[in-house]
């Protein structure tokens, strides 16, 4: 391969009782990235779209995860440019930056002839993840990746669960056009939480992975809440209550803060399910004059992948 | 039905990630209850083998959940009589009391031509746990009545969700002959822990709820872990480390303790690594001179079941 555009999905982290656990990649946004082979030695950022970010390999989030991949596997005999056009908006908390890192590192892997696996790459995109969030953490990377619902099981050594998208669930983000910082977002968590807290959050993500596991939505839907973070984080969104509201009085599984904000997600069982979900949360968004965009989306169940290749 | 004998199965409950939620049903040790119609109305226990326990109904747990079963359904027109034979030491933390409550909701319901589901006889036999353990917690009374893993998605309403055991797995437990009174157990407990040590726990909550439900006995090893309320309990069980050690050198998937202890549990992948487990176990625990019985069991899958009746 010499040239190949590839597609790098967003995802939604934490699904409100998974925080820093659980996330699921989204079909229907995604950035695209173009990596090509040329006889200059070195990595190159060439060109970017969409958004005002560095060119420099060790100041962006691909650029960073390009290197890692080529830190791990040894440098080419060759060159590499990379094309970024960013779809997904920065900031926007559907893992923008975690697209650019697990889709340079799937990229430059391809052009390499595949030495690692995906799960392999998972470190080298973590690196890239780290520029933009402050740490190496999997929650976005590794859905990007993977396709599907993954849950981070634990890291030293990252072990990620791969599990499979019951195939009627399809996901609502509605973006407020509004700043919310990630680093804002943690300032407001608890180092501290009760245990009582604590037991009832792992006894709905035990419920949301049985549900996953056995495609039982209304499982699913009792499972979609948090005790711990969202008490903590709404109120960093405005209206936040209203569109939750508006998302399960529609008949949404269940909603709530889509990492670290300031998107609001719904899950919903099936494409109608989901159509009148985001009417509702449009309408009820639209009241408040603050901006906004929505997405509908199917589950992705692929991940990172080429769109285009020339030989 | 005039006469019923039924088997209440020991249960395994925290399996250490999952306290307070998750609990597993254990087919090799239960108890035998005997219910009887008569003539004379009203509710007694006539008889108690293996056990010293009050016969006053509202002081047994037995009595208890028989009796919220009735306040539930209405009273008979005939009389019945309870015997209790236990086999599950009590105080032993593999779910003694809540074979009682579990199997006499089930005998009663059972003789009245069965009003009730297993399901729903679940909120009666928390409330003749309670009497034992001062509060009304399902993680025992679930697997002991339904058999399998059970996971205790919330209370308020009561959501059980039922995971079927994977076929090959086994449990061991060592009962060192010790009094380890709950309260205590309960005592050392912080009321609050770290938001760090949340995430991990759930995440592991995560790893063996899917590691369960695709029947990857792997990720139910890597999951099997604890690291809020083991660190906090195992001072009160005598060579813990050493028990857990064995357990884990000789190949068992992973250990902890049962319930409130003093019960260590092991759970293992196939009959002969359980009996290997259970040999190492033994070895570790024959050398700190502590009197001890262990037990192999497989997990049963269907609960609180009647082995005789007469019609």
């Keep these: ?41 070195g990595l190159r950022i060439t060109k970017i779209t969409g958004a005002t970010l560095p060119f420099e390999i060790d100041k962006n989030v691909a650029g960073v995860a390009a290197q890692a991949v080529l830190d791990e596997v040894g440098e080419p005999d060759f060159g590499i440019e990379i094309e970024i056009h960013k779809k997904i908006r920065a900031g926007s908390g559907i893992g ?18 595949y030495p690692l696996s995906k799960k392999e790459l998972l470190n080298a995109a973590m690196k890239g993840e780290a520029i933009a969030s402050g740490c190496e953490h999997a929650d976005n990377v590794a859905p990007c990746m993977l396709g599907n619902f993954t849950l981070i099981r634990g890291y030293g050594p990252l072990d990620v669960v791969e599990i499979q998208a019951p195939n009627e669930l399809f996901a609502v983000v509605l973006h407020p056009q509004i700043e919310l910082k990630t680093a804002d977002a943690r300032a407001v ?17 035990g419920g949301l992975v049985a549900g996953l596991c056995t495609q039982d939505y209304a499982l699913i839907g009792r499972s979609l809440q948090d005790v711990v973070i969202e008490p903590l984080r709404k109120g960093l969104i405005p209206f936040f209550d209203e569109l939750k509201s508006a998302a399960l009085h529609s008949g949404a599984l269940g ?13 919903c069982k099936g494409i109608s399910q989901a159509e009148k979900t985001a009417f509702a949360m449009s309408q009820a968004y639209l009241e408040t004059g603050i901006a906004f965009d929505i997405h509908i989306s199917a589950i992705d169940t692929e991940g990172v992948r080429i769109l285009e290749s020339i030989a």
Tied chains: 1, 2.
């Design 1 to 41: 391969m010499t040239e190949l555009k590839l597609f790098a999905p967003a995802s939604i982290a934490n699904l409100n009782c998974g925080f820093d656990v659980i996330g699921v990649c989204l079909q229907a946004i995604g950035d695209e990235m173009i990596f090509r082979k040329v006889a200059e030695k």
């Design 96 to 113: 923008s930056s975690s697209a650019s890192a697990s889709g340079a590192a799937f990229g430059i892997n391809a052009l390499l002839g």
């Design 189 to 205: 968590l608890e180092p501290n939480i009760s245990l009582k807290s604590a037991i009832t959050q792992w006894g709905n993500v």
């Design 255 to 267: 909603a709530g803060i889509s990492g670290a904000g300031p998107s609001v997600f719904a899950l």
